[in-house]
C-alpha cells in the first residue's frame, strides 16, 4: 500500500515550457486535491476533484489544468510556464470531507 | 471567502518549554483539522475537532476548539526536538480544506 505518490519529485522549466505532474492514489478514495506551497504562505488549493471525470477550480487555479481520467490518478498540468509557478506542489487524496493524505511532493523551479 | 488566522508565524523554544499555536475565524467553523509538516516533508494529518468546547490529546499533544467555534489551539507539553515543524490547521468546508499560514516551530537542545 504506497499510499499517495508523485512524480516526478523534481523538475527544472524554461519560461514557456509545459509538463505534467502525476499523482497516483491506492486508497480509493473518492476526492483528490492538488496544493502549491510558498514560503510563508501555507497550502493554497489548485484545482480539486470529487470523483472520476470530475475537476473544479480551487483558490489559485490560473495558470495550471487538471484531469482526473481515473480514479486513481489525478495529473496537474502547466501549458506554458512561468516563474511565479516555481513551488512545492503537493498532491492529498480523502473520503467524502475526512483527512487528506499527502503525497512527497513535487518541487519545480522555473527559470 | 473563508479564512483561518493562524498565530504565531515563528516560535524558537528551549527543549523542555511549552508551545502553543492558535487558529483565529472571523466566522463559525464547521470543523478543524490540524497537520504537521516536517522540514522537507509533507503534511501529516493530526486530528480533527468538530464539537463545539471539544477537546482532545494526543501524548503531549492538547487541542482545543472554541466555545463559539471560532477558534482553536494546538498546545505541546514539554516540547522535545522531534516536535520541530511547521503546524497547520484547517477549515473543512464543503469539498476542500482551507489551510492557515502555519506555525513554525524551532527547538534548542
Known amino acids: 500500500n504506497a499510499g499517495v505518490t508523485q512524480t516526478p519529485k523534481f523538475r527544472v522549466l524554461k519560461t514557456g515550457q509545459s509538463m505534467t505532474l502525476l499523482c497516483a492514489q491506492d486508497?480509493?478514495?473518492?476526492?483528490m486535491y492538488w496544493y502549491r506551497q510558498d514560503p510563508g504562505m501555507g497550502l493554497r488549493l489548485i484545482h480539486y476533484?470529487?470523483?472520476?471525470?470530475?475537476?473544479a477550480k480551487g483558490e489559485v487555479p490560473d495558470g495550471y489544468n487538471v484531469s482526473r481520467l481515473k480514479k486513481q490518478n489525478f495529473l496537474l498540468g502547466l501549458e506554458s510556464a512561468a516563474p511565479s509557478q516555481t513551488s512545492v506542489y503537493f498532491c492529498?487524496?480523502?473520503?467524502?470531507?475526512?483527512?487528506?493524505?499527502f503525497g512527497p511532493g513535487t518541487r519545480l523551479l522555473v527559470l | 471567502g473563508q479564512q483561518v488566522m493562524q498565530i504565531p508565524q515563528y516560535q524558537h523554544v528551549q527543549e523542555g518549554e511549552d508551545f502553543t499555536t492558535y487558529c483565529n475565524s472571523s466566522?463559525?467553523?464547521?470543523?478543524i483539522q490540524w497537520y504537521k509538516q516536517r522540514p522537507g516533508g509533507h503534511p501529516v494529518f493530526l486530528i480533527q475537532?468538530?464539537?463545539?468546547?471539544e477537546v482532545k490529546k494526543q501524548k503531549r499533544l492538547t487541542f482545543q476548539f472554541g466555545e463559539a467555534k471560532k477558534n482553536s489551539s494546538l498546545h505541546i507539553t514539554a516540547t522535545q526536538t522531534t516536535d520541530v515543524g511547521t503546524y497547520f490547521c484547517?477549515?473543512?468546508?464543503?469539498?476542500?480544506?482551507?489551510f492557515g499560514s502555519g506555525t513554525r516551530l524551532l527547538v534548542r537542545p
Open positions: 492529498a487524496s480523502s473520503w467524502v470531507q475526512e483527512t487528506q493524505y
Open positions: 486508497m480509493n478514495h473518492e476526492y
Open positions: 476533484s470529487v470523483g472520476e471525470g470530475t475537476t
Open positions: 466566522t463559525t467553523l464547521s470543523n
Open positions: 475537532l468538530v464539537k463545539s468546547g
Open positions: 484547517a477549515e473543512g468546508s464543503s469539498y476542500k480544506l482551507i
